[in-house]
């Protein structure tokens, strides 16, 4: 009886290691696995003449793989209603493994007026969405 559990024990933790090991097996939904392991965020934001200039914070986890970081860019007017939307893509393949590093992104400002900006990172895309994303587009 002994044996027998064991041995089904032994089972159990061999599925359980194959099971972990198994990731999507779609490039894509690896692509959006990886994005959800990054983070960005905004430090801060100024004007310039005819363009924003965005500094960024971007963390990459251990194991990243992505050369480029597609982000949606929002211009809000001061309800925080959304004025103008871009998707910019950072080249990320230099940042060192788990660090955190500051990136400044230079973009077109609205042709309307806007009083903030917001920067996401888009892990659970729709359909329209990803077709933005600079990543999951590349042949």
Do not use: Y
Request: charged share 25%.
């Amino acid at each position: 009886m002994r044996s027998l559990t064991h041995g089904l024990l032994l089972v159990v933790l061999a599925g359980a290691v194959v099971a972990h090991g198994c990731g999507p097996s779609d490039p894509a939904e690896k692509i959006l696995a990886e994005r959800a392991r990054w983070t960005v965020s905004l430090q801060r934001w100024f004007p310039q003449e005819e363009d924003v200039f965005l500094s960024l914070r971007v963390q990459n986890p251990r194991g990243a793989t992505l050369e480029r970081l597609t982000v949606q860019v929002l211009f809000l007017d001061p309800g925080e209603n959304v004025v103008e939307e871009r998707w910019e893509a950072l080249a990320v393949e230099d940042l060192r493994t788990g660090a955190a590093e500051d990136r400044s992104l230079i973009v077109p400002a609205p042709a309307s007026g806007f009083d903030a900006v917001a920067v996401i990172l888009v892990t659970a895309p729709d359909e329209a969405q990803r077709s933005r994303i600079v990543e999951l587009n590349q042949s």
